[in-house]
């Protein structure tokens, strides 16, 4: 991939009731109205069979092994079948969740051992390549659990089996997800998802026309 004509690679992450679903039409279309090409996905899915696996891993009970190993497996699929052609194209792709939420839903909440999350992630975005596939920007949009879980009850909708763990689990969940913000300064940013719809906006708008939007 030329480095001048790939596209950009912006993800968003955040626990479960975070609000960071609400943005993802709000970014597309402000990247469009600014010229980008945008390709607009999620993990887990992206793909036939990335939406396959989505089905399962939110409804079936499994190892938590396996259920890491089959998050990496939709997302390998993902980078080779949208993710790595779009940004060759010079698209830009907005993703909803990727690697860094292995790291913070299995690695925090469930506790899995770091290093093998490590050595995943570097087997699947193909680190050591000539390309990996590593996000430029990702957004974190970033709220205390109790009000991420009044949102989601207030919804009053039927809770995935990730909604559905306590609140401990999130908790780590939300601190893996802000622990890697520190460890990649250059690529995170966090918002503040308890701000007013307007503020996250105007929050936004800063961070990717800064970013080159
Ligand atoms: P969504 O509700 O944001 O679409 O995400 C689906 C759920 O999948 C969410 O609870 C987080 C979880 N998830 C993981 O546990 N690990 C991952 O690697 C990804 C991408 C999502």
Same mark, same amino acid.
């Given at each position: 991939?030329?480095?001048?004509?790939?596209?950009?690679f912006?993800?968003?992450?955040?626990?479960?009731? *975070?609000?960071?679903?609400?943005?993802?039409?709000?970014?597309?279309?402000f990247l469009?109205?600014?010229?980008?090409?945008?390709?607009?996905?999620?993990?887990?899915?992206?793909?036939?069979?990335?939406?396959?696996?989505?089905?399962?891993?939110?409804?079936?009970?499994?190892?938590?092994?396996?259920?890491?190993?089959?998050?990496?497996?939709? %997302?390998?699929?993902?980078?080779?079948? %949208?993710?790595?052609? *779009?940004?060759?194209?010079?698209?830009?792709?907005?993703?909803d969740?990727?690697s860094?939420?292995?790291?913070?839903?299995?690695?925090?909440?469930?506790?899995?051992? !770091?290093? !093998?999350?490590?050595?995943?992630?570097?087997?699947?975005?193909?680190?050591?390549?000539?390309?990996?596939?590593?996000?430029?920007?990702?957004?974190?949009?970033?709220?205390?659990?109790?009000?991420?879980? #009044? !949102?989601?009850?207030?919804?009053? !909708?039927?809770?995935?089996?990730?909604?559905?763990?306590?609140?401990?689990?999130?908790?780590?969940?939300?601190?893996?997800?802000?622990d %890697?913000? #520190?460890?990649?300064?250059?690529?995170?940013?966090?918002? +503040?998802?308890?701000?007013?719809?307007?503020?996250?906006?105007?929050?936004?708008?800063?961070?990717?026309? +800064?970013?080159g939007?």
């Amino acid at each position: 991939m030329n480095d001048t004509t790939r596209g950009k690679f912006i993800t968003l992450e955040g626990i479960d009731g *975070a609000g960071k679903s609400s943005h993802v039409a709000w970014i597309v279309d402000f990247l469009r109205a600014r010229g980008k090409t945008i390709v607009s996905t999620r993990e887990p899915g992206g793909t036939p069979l990335g939406e396959k696996l989505r089905e399962s891993l939110l409804s079936e009970a499994m190892h938590a092994e396996t259920e890491t190993l089959l998050m990496f497996a939709a %997302r390998r699929e993902h980078i080779a079948q %949208r993710i790595y052609p *779009a940004l060759e194209r010079g698209d830009w792709v907005v993703c909803d969740r990727f690697s860094d939420a292995s790291h913070a839903y299995q690695g925090g909440g469930k506790m899995l051992d !770091r290093r !093998r999350l490590s050595v995943l992630e570097q087997w699947v975005h193909g680190e050591g390549s000539s390309q990996p596939c590593e996000p430029d920007l990702t957004l974190l949009f970033d709220v205390p659990c109790e009000v991420a879980r #009044q !949102r989601i009850a207030l919804a009053g !909708r039927h809770l995935d089996r990730f909604e559905q763990e306590e609140a401990q689990f999130h908790d780590r969940v939300r601190h893996a997800y802000l622990d %890697r913000a #520190q460890k990649f300064p250059g690529r995170f940013r966090v918002l +503040d998802g308890e701000a007013s719809l307007d503020a996250v906006r105007a929050q936004l708008e800063k961070i990717l026309v +800064d970013f080159g939007a």
